[in-house]
Each structure stands twice: as C-alpha cells, then as structure tokens.
C-alpha cells in the first residue's frame, strides 16, 4: 500500500484555512487514508465515500473546494492489494478496481462494487444514473405549482446526493478552489489534466450519506434563534412610522414578531427619487442601491436604534450586481478606495471575486450601517452573469463573502440569499423567491423544501401567503389561501410572509376576518411554543446533515409509498407534517390523507391514538392542521413569547406520548455567537421510563454555561395516554393532588408542574400507578 506524504507547506495551508472554514475543517485527508499508484489517487474518507483523483503530472491537491472544505478524517478500515495489474481497495461497504497505469479514469480501468445486508450494485465511469432524487434550484421566480411561467416549463431540480441507485457522483474537477490567505479566497484550479470525483455510496442509508456528505463538504450552519420566529417582509415603499405602526400591530394583537424585513425602498430608486436618477443618461439601474431614502427614513440611526430597542432584527434587501453607482452618498469614498477616475462619474462594476473590492463593498457601504443596526442582509435578484474567474457562480461567492464577513466580525453568520450550488448548506439562509399566488404553489413548497434536504439546504425561506398573481385578483386576495399558507409557515423551516408592491395584497394578519385571523394567530403561537423543539432539531441538523424537513424516504427507504407521499414530511425527529394545500370549497372542512408508518402515532392537537401503518383520511376545519406525534416520543416546548432576542425559556413543558419508553436530548445555547461550533452550549437528558410499579421521568443537565443561559426554570410535564397514578413524587417528595398534579380522566392526560428551581439540579418525576 502507497502512502501519500503531506508535505509541510500542506499543513500550513490547512491552519490558515481552518480560521475561517471552521475549526473543524482541514482539507489535508489523513495519509493513512490515501493510496497512490501513479498518476491515481484514491483517498478512503469514510465507509461510503472514496475520492478518485487522477492528474498527468501527479500533482495533487490538497486544497479546500468551493464544496468540499474537510478530509481530514478518521481513516475507515481498508485493504490495498495488487493483482493481475489491478489496484484493489476493499473497504466495509466497497471494492474498488483499478487497471494501474491505464490513464484517466473510464469505463475500461475503474469499476466499483458495493454490498450491504439489503444490497448490491455495480458503478463504472459514465453510469448515469436514473434514480436520483434530486436536490434544489435557485428560484422559484414565476413558478406555480412546479410550472415556470418565465421558462415555460416545469422548474429543472440539480441532483442531490441521494439517489435510489444507492449511489451517486460528484465531480469536483472544475470547481476552483480557496487559497490560504487570512481571508480564505478563491483561485482557479491549475490548467492540467484532472480528474476529482467522489463517489458517495450508501444503498437505502440516506441519512449515512447525509452525514457523510456535510463531513467532508461542511456542516450545515445554525442561523441564530432569532430567525426561527416570525419575519414579517413585504415589497413595498414603507416610511419608518409605517414600519412602527406594524410591529405595533403585532404587538397589540398579541402576536410574535422577530424580523422586521425592508425591501429595497429603504434606499433610493428611481421610481421614488427620478430628480436623482434623471440627471444621468443611461439611467441608472434603480434596484441596487447603498443610500437611504430620506423620504422614508430622515433619521436611519434613530430608526435602527428603535428596532433595537424593541428587539426587532432588521434584514435590509440589496441588489448588488449593478455595481456603485455615481447617486451613492459613498460613491467618492469608493471610487477612491478602488483607484477608479470619476471623469464621467463610471459605474463601478460589481465584481465580487475582486478582493479589493469585496473589502471596500463591506467597509465603505456595509459595515458602517451594520454598526448602526442593521443585522443581516437581503441579497436579492441580479448575482447573474460570470465571475472573472472560471468555474465561480457568482450568486454561491456572494454568499460565501457575506457569510464569512460576518464570521470574521465574531458573529454568528446570517444572509438571505438564493441557492448557488453545492457546498452552499454551509451558508444559510435561502431565499426561495417570487412564486404565484394559488393552491398550487402552496401544494408545492413542502415537496420543494424536504427536497432540498437533499443537498443539506434545509432553510429554504418561502414568500409566505405567495408573491404575485398578476391574473386572478380573487387568488391573492383569498383569505383562507393566506391563512393554510400561514399554517404551513408554522411547520417550515423560516417562518417569513411577504408579497409584491400590490396594494391588494394584504399580510398583516389583523386584518382579515376573524375566523381567518384567529386560525393564524393560533398558529404562529404554536410555533414560538415549538421553539426548545425546533431549535434543537437545528443542532441536530448541524450535527448529523438531517434538515429539520425531510422527506419519509429517510425513515422508510424500503417503503414505495415513502417516495410516493410528497405531500408531507417529518418535522424533525417525531412529527409527521401534511399541510392543507386545497380549498373547503364553501364547507367547514376539508378532506386530508396522511399516510402514517408503522407505529403508533398521536393526532396532535387532538391526541387521538391511531394505529400505523394506515392511510389516515379525515376532515380538517380551517384552523386544524394534520399533525402527527410519533408515539413514545418527547416533545419539549416552552410558554409563547413574543420575541425571541433576550427571552430565556423560564417554564419547560414536556409532552410525553406515553407508549413505550422514550427520551428526548434538549439543546440550548447563547442563540447569537458561533460559540455552538466549539461546543459552548448544553444538552439536558430527557427519559420517560415505563416500570413495573409505574412510570418515571428523569432530568439530567449537562451542567454546562453559556452566556445568557436561564438560572432557574419551572417545569410542566404532560403526560398523554396515561392512566391515573395514586401518587406523583418529585425528587422524593409526595406532590399534592390538584394543586401540583391532575387527571383528566376523560382524556387520559396526567398534568405535572413544578416550581422553579435551579436548571444545574437534576429532577425525578416518579408516578407510581394505582393497584387493581
């Protein structure tokens, strides 16, 4: 067996690119992994993932990709031999041939063959394959349903990592690569004959591919806490009083808000200040813009300064791609900075893979309004077009750029921006774009979003309520279309409505009639209630490469009707999800089918118990949402809040679908700082325990701290489908019935509260059962 030596310039390239990659990154694979014969390079990564590289020169490289950022890994076990002129690697799960000294990898010299318990299959180069369940797209501009009006065609998904081949390909070898500078920046790859593939082969172990995938490609990101609440986005020219008198709105009506989103009114356009735009011949493009709008903000500082205060987060729309135009106030200062003669008052182009550049757009344009209060930003439309460099999509550099500045600045990373390619999970989060406003897009968006999970993009955010429908008025009017697309915002990954500048489109929820207004406000509570849930199930994603939606074939590869139930999906660990995407039609309900697996499975909000496998068909009124708990599960949750920022989760409450025995692992952090990354944050072990004498549910803290964390907290236990206990104890000490715990024997639900104490102190519910 040949080994490859790392030489030492490779190690100091690997600690340069560790300080911005993540510390968990270092794209030098262990040499024990690696085996050379000749111009072939074969490095084992991990059980199911061998990269095949094959240079004229043997010049290798070890450097990160745009997508693949991390090899350094733990060598899985293998064997190199030779035999009849052929390299063999057998590994746990693949046998590898290869006809030494044959050239470029082809269908003659390199095949693979894979077998595990339930499987096996052949690979050699240029196998297509036919079974691949696809990833995402960049947009969904102009889309219904799955039907692009701009293209008129069904919108094209790229490939994913998963396939029903039980395999799939990459093929790295045009994708530039970072170099190892203090800001890690992209470079061309050199000019030789190359071949980097990688092949990822895992039969029906999804989620073993996922894993896989996001160790060697990058882990998917956590967005702050904030961005699981509510954002509430429209495309409209707001002045700041506006903008208050919304989130006063929401206030006053009880309603959570986290993100205030302002589209690209913020700064000037030409539609609202032609006496700036008119001067010029050609006009400017009104879209990109750096300079606020007086007219609708006189004082941005006090503005900003007053979202702040009322721990709002702003997210501000640009459209960078039209470059620095001579209209910005900071049009000298840059023009200076890039050495550019104003003669003429040029546009300066926008060239995003210019480091000059990219550091005087943040210092000189973005970072002084950032200081004043603005918390991430919007890119938008118009990254088309080519980069000056080959192989670079400029929409996935943008995004790596703003991504890392903020890390740079010690922030945890948050942008809104479109798909730009593999490797783009690590920079979240997506925005999907200007879909039309009907019961098929609607119908859609689930499907699209589990989908994207394929490729570890699982924080799609959806205009909810849809964009536009520049045809049918009674569409984006329809009360009952807004208030299941609201339903669905609370069970997606980024809860934020929005439309176009239409004044027939109406998104604050107050004003629609009550019985559509309550059904909303019912489920945006529900979601900030769901919080401890979901942002664990964030951490998971970060920690396994399982978005928090994915579709039912992870769970059940080996079940037809798994692929064939687009319609809903989990909803992290335990919650099936089947959003209504159809219309009652003038009736007080609406016909919903949900396949439900093997199992036992608890209707949420009504905690009927229903028996798997099954197509479970029943009648859903308009504030009703087909929601489904996984039986002996956990489910943590927390009082409603009306904000995020600053709130600590003071009262735990945990639902436990009694059945079998089961356990739950709560994360918790800071929400702000990408302290997670390095581990400062804390789990509390959660097991409900079904005993001889009764049942027991115990609570174990980590004892780990981090900043802000909650010193004492009250907790509720709800234990569903239980019988009645003669006695509940905690921690020893005998409750009082109806004071610290009640029956409803009518519903089978035991309620347990205790007061608050200490979140280091472990707790012990026994509740020991009656005697027959």
Same mark, same amino acid.
């Given at each position: 067996?040949?080994?490859?030596?790392?030489?030492?310039? %490779?190690?100091?390239?690997?600690?340069?690119?560790?300080?911005?990659?993540? *510390?968990?990154?270092?794209?030098?694979?262990?040499?024990?992994?690696?085996?050379? *014969?000749?111009?072939?390079?074969?490095?084992?990564?991990?059980?199911?993932?061998?990269?095949?590289?094959?240079?004229?020169?043997?010049?290798?490289?070890?450097?990160?990709?745009?997508?693949?950022?991390?090899?350094?890994?733990?060598?899985?076990?293998?064997?190199?031999?030779?035999?009849?002129?052929?390299?063999?690697?057998?590994?746990? %799960?693949?046998?590898?041939?290869?006809?030494?000294?044959?050239?470029?990898?082809?269908?003659?010299?390199?095949?693979?063959?894979?077998?595990?318990?339930?499987?096996?299959?052949?690979?050699?180069?240029?196998?297509?394959?036919?079974?691949?369940?696809?990833?995402?797209?960049?947009?969904?501009?102009?889309?219904?349903?799955?039907?692009?009006?701009?293209?008129?065609?069904?919108?094209?998904?790229?490939?994913?990592?998963?396939?029903?081949?039980?395999?799939?390909?990459?093929?790295?070898?045009?994708?530039?690569?970072?170099?190892?500078?203090?800001?890690?920046?992209?470079?061309?790859?050199?000019?030789?004959?190359?071949?980097?593939?990688?092949?990822?082969?895992?039969?029906?172990?999804?989620?073993?591919? %996922?894993?896989?995938?996001?160790?060697?490609?990058?882990?998917?990101?956590?967005?702050?806490?904030?961005?699981?609440?509510?954002?509430?986005?429209?495309?409209?020219?707001?002045?700041?009083?506006?903008?208050?008198?919304?989130?006063?709105?929401?206030?006053?009506?009880?309603?959570?808000?986290?993100?205030? &989103?302002?589209?690209?009114?913020?700064?000037?356009?030409?539609?609202?200040?032609?006496?700036?735009?008119?001067?010029? *011949?050609?006009?400017?493009?009104?879209?990109?813009?750096?300079?606020?709008?007086?007219?609708?903000?006189?004082?941005?500082?006090?503005?900003?300064?007053?979202?702040?205060?009322?721990?709002?987060?702003?997210?501000?729309?640009?459209?960078?791609? *039209?470059?620095?135009?001579?209209?910005?106030?900071?049009?000298?200062?840059?023009?200076?900075?890039?050495?550019?003669?104003?003669?003429?008052?040029?546009?300066?182009?926008?060239?995003?893979?210019?480091?000059?550049?990219?550091?005087?757009?943040?210092?000189?344009?973005?970072?002084?309004?950032?200081?004043?209060?603005?918390?991430?930003?919007?890119?938008?439309?118009?990254?088309?077009?080519?980069?000056?460099?080959?192989?670079?999509?400029?929409?996935?550099?943008?995004?790596?750029?703003?991504?890392?500045?903020?890390?740079?600045?010690?922030?945890?990373?948050?942008?809104?921006?479109?798909?730009?390619?593999?490797?783009?999970?690590?920079?979240?989060? +997506?925005?999907?774009?200007?879909?039309?406003?009907?019961?098929?897009?609607?119908?859609?968006?689930?499907?699209?979003?589990?989908?994207?999970?394929?490729?570890?993009?699982?924080?799609?955010?959806?205009?909810?309520?849809?964009?536009?429908?520049? &045809?049918?008025?009674?569409?984006?009017?329809?009360?009952?279309?807004?208030?299941?697309?609201?339903?669905?915002?609370?069970?997606?990954?980024?809860?934020?409505?929005?439309?176009?500048?239409?004044?027939?489109?109406?998104?604050?929820?107050?004003?629609?009639?009550?019985?559509?207004?309550?059904?909303?406000?019912?489920?945006?509570?529900?979601?900030?209630?769901?919080?401890?849930?979901?942002?664990?199930?964030?951490?998971?994603?970060?920690?396994?490469?399982?978005?928090?939606?994915?579709?039912?074939?992870?769970?059940?590869?080996?079940?037809?009707?798994?692929?064939?139930?687009?319609?809903?999906?989990?909803?992290?660990?335990?919650?099936?999800?089947?959003?209504?995407?159809?219309?009652?039609?003038?009736?007080?309900?609406?016909?919903?089918?949900?396949? %439900?697996?093997?199992?036992?499975?608890?209707?949420?909000?009504?905690?009927?118990?229903?028996?798997?496998?099954?197509?479970?068909?029943?009648?859903?009124?308009?504030?009703?949402?087909?929601?489904?708990?996984?039986?002996?599960?956990?489910?943590?949750?927390?009082?409603?809040?009306?904000?995020?920022?600053?709130?600590?989760?003071?009262?735990?409450?945990?639902?436990?679908?009694?059945?079998?025995?089961?356990?739950?692992?709560?994360?918790?952090?800071?929400?702000?700082?990408?302290?997670?990354?390095?581990?400062?944050?804390?789990?509390?072990?959660?097991?409900?325990?079904?005993?001889?004498? +009764?049942?027991?549910?115990?609570?174990?803290?980590?004892?780990?701290?981090?900043?802000?964390?909650?010193?004492?907290?009250?907790?509720?236990?709800?234990?569903?489908?239980?019988?009645?206990?003669?006695?509940?104890? &905690?921690?020893?000490?005998?409750?009082?019935?109806?004071?610290?715990?009640?029956?409803?024997?009518?519903?089978?639900?035991?309620?347990?509260?205790?007061?608050?104490?200490?979140?280091?102190?472990?707790?012990?519910?026994?509740?020991?059962?009656?005697?027959?």
């Amino acid at each position: 067996m040949m080994l490859y030596k790392v030489c030492p310039w %490779l190690i100091c390239f690997a600690l340069s690119i560790n300080l911005l990659l993540g *510390s968990q990154y270092d794209p030098v694979a262990n040499p024990h992994s690696i085996v050379q *014969s000749g111009k072939a390079r074969f490095t084992i990564l991990t059980d199911h993932v061998i990269r095949m590289e094959y240079s004229n020169d043997s010049i290798f490289t070890d450097q990160a990709s745009l997508t693949f950022v991390n090899r350094n890994l733990i060598t899985p076990a293998f064997e190199s031999s030779e035999k009849d002129g052929w390299l063999i690697i057998k590994t746990k %799960l693949c046998e590898l041939h290869y006809l030494k000294n044959s050239g470029p990898f082809s269908l003659r010299n390199l095949f693979i063959q894979y077998n595990d318990s339930l499987r096996s299959f052949s690979w050699k180069p240029g196998t297509k394959d036919k079974y691949n369940l696809k990833g995402t797209t960049r947009t969904l501009d102009g889309v219904s349903g799955k039907f692009n009006f701009y293209g008129l065609k069904n919108i094209q998904l790229e490939d994913g990592i998963l396939s029903r081949s039980g395999w799939s390909l990459i093929d790295d070898s045009e994708r530039p690569l970072f170099d190892n500078s203090d800001w890690q920046w992209v470079e061309s790859r050199s000019k030789n004959e190359v071949q980097d593939l990688y092949f990822f082969a895992y039969g029906n172990n999804y989620k073993a591919a %996922l894993y896989d995938f996001t160790q060697v490609a990058g882990k998917i990101s956590m967005p702050p806490k904030f961005a699981f609440g509510m954002w509430y986005s429209r495309y409209w020219n707001y002045t700041d009083q506006e903008l208050k008198d919304i989130a006063a709105g929401y206030r006053q009506n009880n309603i959570p808000l986290d993100v205030l &989103v302002i589209d690209m009114d913020w700064h000037i356009t030409e539609k609202s200040s032609p006496e700036i735009f008119n001067r010029y *011949s050609p006009k400017p493009n009104g879209w990109t813009g750096y300079t606020w709008e007086k007219k609708y903000f006189p004082d941005y500082k006090k503005f900003l300064a007053w979202t702040d205060s009322q721990h709002l987060q702003t997210c501000m729309n640009i459209h960078p791609a *039209s470059g620095v135009q001579v209209q910005e106030e900071a049009y000298p200062a840059f023009a200076k900075a890039m050495g550019v003669d104003t003669t003429g008052h040029p546009a300066i182009p926008f060239d995003i893979t210019n480091k000059k550049f990219a550091h005087n757009y943040f210092d000189i344009l973005l970072h002084p309004y950032e200081k004043a209060g603005v918390d991430f930003w919007w890119l938008d439309w118009q990254q088309w077009g080519h980069t000056n460099i080959k192989g670079v999509n400029p929409t996935f550099y943008l995004n790596y750029v703003h991504f890392s500045d903020m890390q740079r600045q010690g922030k945890r990373p948050l942008i809104f921006h479109r798909w730009g390619g593999l490797g783009n999970h690590r920079y979240q989060i +997506g925005f999907s774009g200007d879909c039309i406003i009907n019961w098929r897009s609607l119908a859609y968006q689930p499907e699209f979003t589990a989908t994207a999970s394929n490729v570890g993009f699982g924080y799609w955010s959806h205009d909810i309520g849809g964009h536009m429908n520049p &045809v049918s008025k009674k569409e984006k009017q329809n009360p009952e279309l807004f208030t299941r697309w609201v339903q669905w915002g609370t069970f997606s990954p980024i809860f934020r409505t929005h439309a176009t500048k239409d004044a027939g489109i109406e998104r604050r929820i107050w004003k629609y009639p009550d019985a559509n207004f309550n059904a909303m406000r019912k489920a945006i509570q529900q979601r900030y209630a769901l919080l401890p849930y979901i942002y664990t199930m964030a951490r998971l994603a970060y920690d396994s490469g399982i978005s928090i939606i994915r579709p039912m074939y992870y769970e059940y590869p080996d079940k037809e009707i798994a692929y064939r139930s687009n319609h809903q999906y989990f909803f992290g660990n335990d919650m099936i999800v089947a959003p209504i995407s159809k219309s009652l039609n003038g009736k007080k309900t609406v016909k919903q089918s949900v396949w %439900l697996p093997q199992g036992t499975w608890f209707d949420y909000y009504t905690n009927e118990i229903i028996p798997g496998p099954q197509v479970y068909t029943r009648q859903y009124g308009l504030d009703e949402i087909p929601v489904f708990v996984r039986g002996s599960c956990i489910i943590p949750m927390q009082t409603a809040k009306l904000h995020i920022e600053g709130e600590v989760v003071d009262t735990l409450i945990l639902n436990v679908y009694c059945f079998k025995s089961a356990a739950f692992n709560l994360y918790e952090d800071d929400g702000t700082t990408d302290n997670y990354r390095n581990n400062i944050c804390s789990f509390t072990r959660i097991d409900y325990i079904q005993g001889l004498e +009764g049942l027991e549910v115990n609570i174990k803290p980590d004892g780990k701290h981090f900043e802000g964390q909650a010193t004492d907290r009250a907790y509720q236990f709800k234990l569903i489908s239980t019988p009645e206990p003669a006695e509940v104890f &905690v921690n020893g000490k005998p409750l009082s019935q109806n004071k610290e715990w009640r029956y409803d024997a009518e519903k089978s639900i035991l309620l347990v509260t205790t007061s608050k104490q200490s979140i280091k102190n472990s707790i012990s519910v026994e509740i020991r059962a009656r005697r027959r």
